[in-house]
């Protein structure tokens, strides 16, 4: 799919309000968030529904780490494949990925290089960079952009394809996985990158800073450079590679890595977080954390200098003439303000989850307010022990 059909697609899935899963417990499920900040709070009861009991993909916090299980396979319809420019099946891959639970932000940056970029909710990988390189040579420094036309992929609707090893993996906005949310209740949270910050998109505050802001489709701050390529394939600068891009500060809504600063419903009181977008580079090319080992290909032993991809930074791999990024700002971090409420017997979800459902039937419409006063609309499912807990619209 390509950059236009991708972006027009994009208001179309504002009104769209499917299902993402069967929201029962799986057995065992501990509850995360005791001690947590108010975001966490509330990720975590999203998270029952993220991850049922027959899902393939599942998150949970172990210590300092966000880890991300899963067999990689999509939870949403694919376009066939194999295909004729994809000859690849898509197979069931035991993956594990690690992630920062309180992500740093770095004023510097760190190239992506041929890693994935992050991994989404349902455990598929966003993995924009193609194999695909001007005259087959990796060493040319001309890389083709996979969602810019001048090859073909087969990629199918979710700008996604399928790696000789059977990996599904995302080249932009996977819209299977997009239909899944309800628009109405705020940015969609998609994943979490390898430095552990979420990644949103393509929609977001008009104000960053103020939930109460309309949603609009985010831009990036890239173009097509202008006039002709410095040696290389030659021929003006059109998109078919990743170096035809370059950044210009201020031209859209984000930042060299596709990124910004605000607030989202699942982190009230603001965090750095990446958005997909409609335009290159689609899935971000580069971080402002450090990335875990746990994304490279092959674990970690192939890795250069500690939390660089790829080598060198984003601005020297792409030929763009790297920028620091925004400072952060004041207030802001990766997680929001500490709460330190509980759920019952050391484990659950919070008893607020579990009294606005008394008296209720499951699957009814219900609403609570949060530690920090926060209203949270959500229905009623039925816990491990029979009794009824609020989870929230996603």
Not at 3 to 12: C, D, E, M, R, W
Not at 21 to 48: I, K, V, Y
Not at 119 to 135: K, L, M, Q, T, Y
Not at 148 to 159: F, H, Q, S, T
Request: with cysteine.
């Amino acid at each position: 799919m390509n950059s236009a059909k991708s972006a027009g697609l994009i208001l179309l899935l504002i009104a769209s309000q499917v299902s993402a899963h069967d929201s029962r417990l799986p057995e065992g499920t501990d509850w995360q968030g005791h001690e947590a900040e108010e975001s966490t709070w509330l990720q975590t009861l999203q998270n029952f529904v993220i991850n049922p009991a027959e899902a393939a993909a599942r998150i949970s916090i172990e210590g300092n780490y966000r880890v991300i299980r899963s067999d990689g396979k999509p939870d949403h319809s694919t376009g066939r494949f194999p295909n004729r420019n994809n000859p690849n099946s898509i197979q069931a891959r035991s993956k594990t990925y690690r992630v920062a639970a309180n992500p740093v932000y770095k004023k510097q940056t760190y190239a992506l290089g041929l890693w994935p970029f992050g991994v989404a909710i349902n455990g598929v990988p966003f993995d924009p960079g193609a194999a695909e390189f001007w005259r087959r040579d990796r060493n040319s420094g001309w890389q083709y952009e996979a969602l810019g036309g001048a090859v073909n992929l087969g990629v199918d609707r979710n700008n996604a394809h399928v790696q000789p090893d059977g990996t599904y993996h995302y080249h932009g906005i996977p819209f299977g996985l997009l239909e899944q949310f309800n628009h109405d209740s705020g940015p969609a949270l998609l994943g979490y990158a390898a430095d552990g910050f979420p990644i949103y998109g393509p929609l977001g505050y008009s104000n960053p800073d103020d939930m109460n802001s309309r949603l609009v489709e985010l831009r990036s701050s890239y173009q097509v450079k202008q006039g002709n390529r410095n040696g290389g394939p030659g021929g003006r600068y059109d998109g078919s590679f990743v170096q035809d891009y370059g950044y210009l500060e201020g031209l859209g809504d984000l930042d060299d890595c596709n990124g910004r600063f605000g607030v989202t419903p699942d982190y009230p009181e603001g965090t750095y977080y990446y958005v997909l977008t409609g335009q290159f580079p689609f899935i971000p090319r580069c971080f402002h954390g450090e990335p875990d080992r746990s994304f490279m290909r092959g674990g970690p032993g192939g890795m250069g200098n500690p939390g660089m991809m790829g080598g060198g930074r984003a601005g020297d791999m792409q030929g763009m003439g790297g920028r620091n990024g925004p400072p952060g700002r004041g207030g802001f971090s990766a997680q929001p303000s500490q709460i330190n409420r509980g759920g019952p017997m050391g484990g659950g979800p919070p008893e607020e989850a579990f009294t606005a459902c008394i008296g209720r039937t499951e699957g009814e419409a219900v609403s609570f307010d949060t530690p920090h006063g926060h209203t949270v609309k959500g229905r009623c499912e039925q816990f491990n022990d029979g009794r009824l807990f609020a989870i929230p619209e996603r």
